[in-house]
């Protein structure tokens, strides 16, 4: 016959508590450090995506205006027969320069219309141009070439934090429409 006086035993003890609660911890640090890092990740991309958005339609009016353009000529020599300037004139005569200019500590792509006193930056703020790069070929008369010129450019975007930054470089080239042989 069972005692009266003996307890049944409910529930869990504190020991088997504390480890529960140390487990489920543990899990959750884990799973938190994961998604944080997936909404890093997509962060970064975003930036990126925007970056890459901003410099295709940059780059791609830049090569519009060169190609229908003439008297490609270089600035100044930055290494390797590269410039950081590059000054031409387009259909309507307007002379145009393309440089890097520094825009509060982030490098941009910059154009000056000189003869219309027109200038703005092309790219958006969130990208840090850190190296432009022209070179002109084939652009003395006579010398046998069409009239063309090879552009790099590098840089990273620029968010909120340091570890999302995403480094880019593109090169381009772009040969004068109108037949200079």
């Known amino acids: 016959m069972p005692n009266k006086f003996e307890r049944?035993?409910?529930?869990?003890s504190?020991?088997?508590l504390m480890v529960s609660v140390t487990l489920?911890?543990?899990?959750?640090?884990?799973?938190?450090?994961?998604i944080l890092s997936i909404v890093d990740?997509?962060?970064?991309?975003?930036?990126?995506?925007?970056?890459?958005?901003?410099l295709n339609y940059a780059v791609?009016?830049?090569?519009r205006e060169i190609k229908t353009g003439y008297g490609y000529?270089?600035?100044?020599?930055?290494?390797?027969?590269?410039?950081?300037t590059f000054t031409f004139h387009n259909t309507n005569d307007d002379e145009?320069?393309?440089?890097?200019?520094?825009?509060?500590?982030?490098?941009?792509l910059y154009i000056k219309y000189i003869d219309a006193s027109i200038e703005s930056y092309v790219t958006a703020p969130e990208i840090d141009i850190t190296s432009l790069c022209f070179k002109t070929i084939g652009n003395e008369p006579g010398d046998g070439f069409?009239?063309?010129?090879?552009?790099?450019?590098?840089?990273?975007?620029?968010?909120?934090?340091?570890?999302?930054?995403?480094?880019?470089?593109?090169?381009?080239?772009?040969?004068?429409?109108?037949?200079?042989f």
Do not use: W
């Not at 049944?8 to 869990?12: E, R």
């Not at 000529?73 to 950081?84: D, H, I, K, M």
């Open 146 to 180: 069409q009239p063309a010129v090879m552009i790099h450019i590098g840089g990273e975007t620029i968010t909120g934090k340091e570890n999302i930054k995403t480094k880019f470089n593109i090169s381009t080239s772009v040969t004068q429409r109108q037949v200079d």
């Open 73 to 84: 000529q270089s600035g100044v020599n930055s290494g390797f027969g590269c410039a950081e």
């Open 41 to 54: 990740g997509n962060k970064k991309n975003q930036a990126y995506v925007v970056a890459i958005g901003n």
């Open 8 to 12: 049944k035993k409910f529930g869990f």
């Open 96 to 108: 145009l320069i393309y440089s890097l200019e520094d825009d509060g500590g982030v490098g941009r």
């Open 60 to 63: 791609d009016n830049m090569t």
């Open 14 to 16: 504190l020991i088997e």
């Open 24 to 34: 489920f911890a543990i899990v959750m640090m884990v799973a938190m450090g994961t």
